[in-house]
């Protein structure tokens, strides 16, 4: 059992953490044996996601007061929140990466941008693209439009010079 002064550090902790949360992922870890939950606790740190099993009562009293109240009936059972600082889909790929190896892993719920999500809504989130994939795109997007106005710029010179060099040839045609 845990003693009171552990629960009320818990509760400090996780009011801290979900104070300013982009997306919460809950999870249930129950049926998994331990080589299982190591390998999704090393996919979810290699993402930058953290991780923690929770005691249901101390989580819901630390989403009391926040936008995080809406997935506060969804702690039941075992328990496990996954959740990241910044990239609201980093959780969500991660988690869902890991049921498609881990049938039995059960997505209980989540939460992104104040709106509580059932597993699909998840599963939906997680094919979203990331804030580096979004960053990547729109920087093509942005190079894309700069070559293509260069090559309209190059396009009449290009022409003339193909022009003169079809003039010249034919000149020498003619000398020859």
């Known amino acids: 059992m845990t003693d009171r002064a552990t629960k009320e550090e818990q509760l400090a902790f996780l009011k801290n953490e979900f104070s300013d949360v982009a997306s919460v992922i809950l999870t249930s870890v129950q049926g998994l044996n331990a080589a299982q939950?190591?390998?999704?606790?090393?996919?979810l740190n290699d993402a930058g996601v953290?991780?923690?099993?929770?005691?249901?009562?101390?989580?819901?009293r630390a989403t009391e007061g926040t936008a995080l109240s809406v997935i506060a009936d969804d702690f039941r059972e075992v328990t496990a929140i996954a959740w990241h600082k910044s990239d609201p889909v980093a959780p969500a790929k991660a988690v869902t990466a890991f049921k498609k190896d881990v049938e039995k892993f059960l997505i209980k719920s989540g939460f992104q941008g104040g709106v509580r999500?059932?597993?699909?809504?998840?599963?939906?989130?997680?094919?979203?693209?990331?804030?580096?994939?979004?960053r990547a795109q729109l920087l093509g997007t942005m190079n894309a439009v700069a070559s293509k106005l260069l090559a309209q710029i190059q396009a009449p010179a290009q022409q003339l010079a193909g022009v003169l060099q079809a003039k010249h040839d034919e000149d020498e045609k003619k000398a020859a």
């Open 37 to 43: 939950v190591d390998s999704l606790r090393r996919k």
């Open 50 to 60: 953290n991780y923690r099993v929770v005691k249901n009562t101390v989580a819901k």
């Open 117 to 134: 999500l059932d597993a699909e809504g998840v599963k939906a989130l997680a094919s979203m693209p990331s804030k580096d994939e979004l």
